[in-house]
């Protein structure tokens, strides 16, 4: 088992900056793939980033690309979420996210651990 704890998240103006960290704690980090989703209210949960294990092969949802960087570092056991040039579209719970498998997906039902969700909010 893997227990994840996020942080970073909070209020912005449109256009600012937040970075998001998710530190997990359990069985060896390097040994699973990472995602960052996220849930603005009354709307689904979708996927916003995803890496795999060593950190060299990551995927984004297209909104976010050139935007938002996912990175990783296993010597901390921490995943990180930078969130550059932020609008108020991306207000929303985040959720870091881990899978046992080995490839990257986008699919919330094959991550197997769920943190509890950071707020960000983006004001116009």
């Known amino acids: 088992q893997v227990q994840l704890v996020e942080s970073g998240g909070g209020l912005v103006q449109a256009g600012g900056s937040l970075r998001l960290s998710c530190a997990a704690s359990g069985r060896t980090f390097s040994s699973y793939v990472m995602g960052w989703f996220r849930q603005a209210p009354g709307k689904e949960r979708e996927f916003v980033a995803t890496?795999?294990?060593?950190?060299?092969?990551?995927y984004y949802r297209d909104s976010v690309k050139g935007r938002f960087t996912i990175s990783r570092d296993n010597a901390k056991n921490t995943v990180y979420l930078q969130m550059n040039s932020l609008k108020p579209e991306d207000t929303a719970v985040y959720y870091c996210?881990?899978?046992?498998?080995?490839?990257?997906?986008?699919?919330?039902?094959?991550?197997?651990?769920w943190g509890q969700g950071t707020q960000v909010t983006v004001s116009a």
């Open positions: 996210t881990a899978e046992e498998g080995v490839l990257p997906t986008t699919i919330p039902s094959q991550y197997d651990y």
């Open positions: 890496i795999n294990r060593s950190g060299g092969n990551t």
